[in-house]
């Protein structure tokens, strides 16, 4: 018989109870409040990111035109 074999119905057991007590503990992980509420269609707050080549751009200077921002995480 091997060891696992031997142990199943206890790590069964083991990660339906750690299943169990992560569910219970998350809803009361607390989370920090929101820093600011934004309204759609409201101006946004000015900030400068660098674009797909590495220039800055600063959002005032785009005032007047079109805006479409794209977020996303970076490398994987």
Avoid: C, E
């Avoid at 929101?34 to 660098?50: I, N, R």
Wanted: proline share 11%; no cysteine; hydrophobic share 50%.
């Amino acid at each position: 018989m091997t060891l696992l074999r031997k142990f199943r119905v206890p790590l069964i057991a083991f990660g339906v109870v750690l299943a169990l007590g992560l569910a219970w503990m998350l809803p009361k992980i607390p989370t920090p409040p929101p820093q600011g509420a934004f309204v759609a269609g409201a101006a946004a707050p000015d900030f400068t990111l660098k674009d797909q080549d590495g220039n800055p751009v600063t959002l005032s200077a785009l005032h007047g035109q079109k805006v479409l921002l794209y977020f996303y995480r970076g490398y994987w």
